[in-house]
């Protein structure tokens, strides 16, 4: 039996070597100390790249819109989300189907349609405003809307299956010791899917901060995300602050990915206790 699994893990670790050697590299010559043109050739350890990278204005005003972005997307589509998937879970099983249906599209579905679907939305309504004299143009609110709405369903899928784990009759019984509706969700229900809700909230930051697509046809002029600003120094001459820039932010997103893991274990060893 030993033998025969030593193929499948050789397979897996070509697998995870073919997927992960390209970051170990960048990350590697993120400290690359050599001034030539050259970023190909190893000359010595150094931090300096990062030193520039956080002294450099451009970068550290797109790493705050990216921030304040991923934070704000985050905790509106987390109560958008969680309230939404309460609702769907109250549902009739044809209607949640169908729903749920609809719910699963913006997750299957390709970034570029739902940028290019969002950017038209967004260029009718600034020309609709337009025509009755208003001026309005796209910018971090049209940002803020489009995260919100790709971020949703995201949400909805974390907090379900806490919902579905629930009893029944645990909302029954808090209406019958006294406590109203909004009392019954807010003390019993939402307590008992909270590491669901966590878990939405965080996949939804993790994914509004890596966004690119999405945020590239719906952000105009006005503002630029870290990942619009790395494409930006990408189109120049490759720069070892690019080799840093996204290596933080891969360990940024890397160590969110391990919050969320960690989340789940914890909540299914509870589970595990609580059904002994």
């Given amino acids: 039996m030993k033998r025969s699994r030593i193929p499948g893990r050789i397979l897996s670790l070509l697998v995870m070597l073919f997927l992960y050697a390209p970051i170990i590299i ?26 520039k990278l956080f002294g450099d204005a451009p970068v550290l005003n797109a790493l705050y819109t990216s921030l304040v972005l991923a934070l704000l997307s985050a905790a509106i589509a987390t109560v958008i989300g969680t309230i939404s998937a309460i609702g769907i879970y109250g549902m ?38 337009s025509s009755i004299g208003i001026a309005v143009e796209l910018g971090f609110w049209s940002l ?15 907090v379900l299956p806490k919902l579905r784990q629930l009893s029944k009759n645990v909302y029954e019984a808090a209406l019958d010791l006294g406590a109203t509706p909004f009392k019954a969700y807010m003390k019993v229900i939402i307590p008992e899917i909270m590491p669901g809700i966590i878990s939405g909230a965080v996949i939804a930051f993790t994914m509004s901060i890596d966004d690119f697509i999405i945020s590239y046809f719906t952000a105009g002029m006005s ?9 930006s120094m990408t189109r120049k001459r490759v720069s070892p602050e690019i080799n840093a820039l996204s290596s933080l932010l891969f360990v940024s997103v890397l160590l969110l990915l391990l919050i969320i893991n960690i989340i789940q274990v914890k ?8 059904r002994r």
């Avoid at 503002?223 to 494409?231: A, D, G």
């Avoid at 909540?267 to 609580?274: A, G, T």
């Fill in 223 to 231: 503002v630029q995300t870290l990942p619009m600003y790395i494409y």
């Fill in 92 to 129: 009739k099983p044809r209607a949640r189907r169908a729903v749920l249906s609809l719910n699963n599209i913006p997750v299957v579905n390709p970034e570029i349609i739902t940028g290019v679907s969002l950017s038209l939305v967004f260029i009718l309504f600034v020309k609709g405003m």
């Fill in 267 to 274: 909540d299914k060893k509870r589970s595990e206790i609580n």
């Fill in 26 to 51: 960048m990350i590697i010559f993120s400290f690359n100390n050599n001034p030539s043109k050259s970023r190909t050739v190893w000359t010595g350890f150094t931090f300096d790249w990062y030193i």
């Fill in 144 to 158: 803020l809307i489009a995260h919100i709405t790709f971020n949703v369903p995201f949400v909805i899928l974390s």
